[in-house]
């Protein structure tokens, strides 16, 4: 039978791989939230790597390179919220005050180098050594728990902004980094067991959970897709999107405002362009020769919706008189569903029972019946 350090020594080897795997991937697709998510995955294989080292006696024995190891650990939090803001932000850079990120490693790195020159610890009083001993225990589990919600709220915030600009959300929407991070949670929970509460009957399927939330968690970030596939000049175009309230100051004039409805009104009712599978922002902007702040504002203004919500109206009218009508007999579902303007069946599906109450099957024979 498999022991507990072997197990963990085969886990982290799976994660070393897929965070190499990451490195590898960030030359095609998001590149610098995959090099974060990369090294992410590669501290964290550090982590679980103390478990069969330290069965070992490797700590004894290499004292220096076990330390430098549990220090490490310091920087996984932080590359997973590095991540998530890679992956949720237009065209995000990085600034000198990203490196505060970084205070808790330096911190305990200066704390710790009078034991890599030396080799031997500093000597405390009995009450500071207890006070010292409290912060080392607590410091890893509390910034870790605190970078995980500052991760899962950024995530959140991203999930709910992208209907302003996509009016298909299978790439954007980041679901599997959403599932990415429940495992994390799932980790972070069994880890803290280990650390403080010690029950047993979860301490025997910890390598277990390990193993298969590694799997997982490989299995989520690999199979990913670019999330903004825009041009650069969209992308900065779309960072200046501002949040849309009712009482702030209006982005675009009276007089262009109007003008601007009017040749949106023709692009949607005249032109139909919310047929195009690939409609975004960006390129509904082009169409009306306005910006993406003018043209997400005119939305939100004058029909009170957000982009995605508006394009789907127009695309599940437009399925509505295809599954009605004679001429589209030998149109399936999906059929329906491009040439309504959606790229997918399961999108289409969602969509239009979300708007309708109703399966596009069950629509039609409801319309029937009726």
């Not at 007089?255 to 047929?275: D, G, P």
């Amino acid at each position: 039978m498999i022991n507990f350090p072997t197990l963990m020594g085969f886990t982290s080897g799976t994660a070393f791989l897929s965070g190499c795997l990451l490195l590898a991937k960030a030359r095609k697709v998001n590149l610098r939230a995959n090099i974060c998510l990369g090294l992410f995955m590669i501290t964290l294989c550090l982590a679980i790597l103390e478990i069969p080292l330290f069965a070992q006696n490797f700590h004894l024995t290499n004292p220096l390179l076990f330390e430098i190891i549990g220090l490490l650990r310091f920087l996984t939090a932080p590359l997973l919220y590095f991540s998530v803001v890679y992956f949720t932000s237009f065209e995000k850079k990085t600034e000198r005050k990203d490196l505060l990120h970084l205070l808790p490693f330096l911190i305990f790195l200066i704390f710790r180098i009078p034991f890599f020159i030396t080799g031997k610890n500093i000597d405390f009083s009995y009450q500071t050594g207890r006070i010292v001993f409290f912060i080392l225990q607590i410091a890893l589990p509390l910034q870790t728990a605190v970078y995980w919600c500052l991760s899962f709220i950024k995530l959140q915030k991203h999930i709910k902004n992208v209907k302003q600009f996509s009016s298909l959300l299978d790439k954007v929407n980041l679901n599997w980094l959403k599932s990415y991070l429940l495992i994390v949670l799932i980790i972070l929970i069994v880890w803290l067991n280990l650390v403080f509460f010690n029950l047993k009957s979860l301490i025997s399927y910890t390598p277990l959970v390990y193993v298969l939330s590694i799997f997982f968690l490989s299995f989520f970030s690999l199979k990913q897709e670019e999330v903004f596939s825009y041009s650069k000049i969209e992308l900065k175009e779309l960072a200046t999107i501002e949040e849309y309230k009712k009482d702030s100051p209006k982005r675009v004039a009276g007089a262009r405002l109007t003008e601007l409805e009017a040749r949106l009104k023709s692009l949607m009712e005249i032109e139909k362009v919310y047929l195009e599978n690939d409609l975004s922002l960006p390129k509904l902007a082009g169409m009306l020769q306005a910006s993406c702040n003018e043209t997400s504002f005119l939305i939100n203004e004058r029909n009170q919706d957000n982009f995605y919500n508006f394009i789907n109206k127009y695309r599940i009218e437009e399925a509505k008189k295809l599954l009605l009508s004679d001429s589209c007999n030998h149109l399936n579902i999906v059929g329906i569903a491009f040439e309504s303007g959606f790229n997918s069946k399961t999108t289409f599906n969602t969509t239009f029972k979300k708007s309708t109450g109703y399966s596009p099957t069950a629509f039609i024979k409801a319309s029937k019946t009726g």
